[in-house]
């Protein structure tokens, strides 16, 4: 870029053209005939770098702005992926609950059932076992009363054997009672 064309970019506007100087025009055509190319190339090689750095400002630019709406789509689709387990696992967790809440009314009312059934069971038992024992009772009073009677039947009946073999016996005793007089009257006899 020459020194118009600078200014011109920098938006100033160019101050005005001062009587031409022959020593200071002769001093440009100096500077331009010793620095004229270096300043175009130099002029040049800014130019290039300034549109080289442009242009990959632009493509880091685009490859940025690829990356965050990469890494904004993985994120929200990790979010989704996130959420989703979240409700599968809540919704499971949640019927996993409601299974056991099931079960455990089940197991509830088996028990309930079973321990009524128990009591039923039980209380007709008890009441067999009751009547049994009633029965048992009723049989071995009556049993007890017919062996009382059996045996006071019994002992009336030794009584009174008893009482002939007694009878008998004091018969013998005045019997032996006579035979001892007698025998006794005939040793007295025979000694006077």
Avoid at 13 to 37: C, H, S, T, W, Y
Avoid at 160 to 189: C, P
Wanted: charged share 35%; hydrophobic share 35%.
């Amino acid at each position: 870029m020459s020194m118009s064309t600078e200014t011109e970019a920098n938006g100033t506007p160019e101050a005005p053209a001062l009587p031409a100087d022959p020593a200071g025009q002769n001093l440009d055509k100096v500077r331009e005939i010793l620095f004229g190319n270096q300043a175009k190339d130099l002029e040049r090689r800014l130019v290039q770098l300034q549109d080289g750095l442009l242009k990959e400002m632009n493509t880091l630019k685009e490859e940025q702005e690829r990356r965050l709406s990469s890494l904004e789509s993985y994120v929200k689709e990790e979010f989704s992926s996130l959420t989703k387990r979240l409700k599968e696992e809540a919704q499971k967790r949640s019927d996993a609950e409601d299974q056991a809440a099931d079960a455990l009314q089940r197991a509830t009312r088996k028990l309930t059932d079973k321990i009524s059934s128990t009591d039923e069971q039980l209380e007709v038992n008890s009441r067999n076992l009751r009547e049994q024992l009633l029965g048992q009772s009723n049989q071995l009073r009556d049993e007890l009363s017919l062996l009382k009677s059996e045996l006071m039947e019994l002992i009336h009946e030794r009584s009174s054997e008893l009482g002939h073999d007694k009878l008998d016996r004091q018969a013998l005793a005045m019997m032996l009672s006579d035979v001892a007089l007698r025998i006794g009257g005939d040793s007295a006899g025979e000694d006077s």
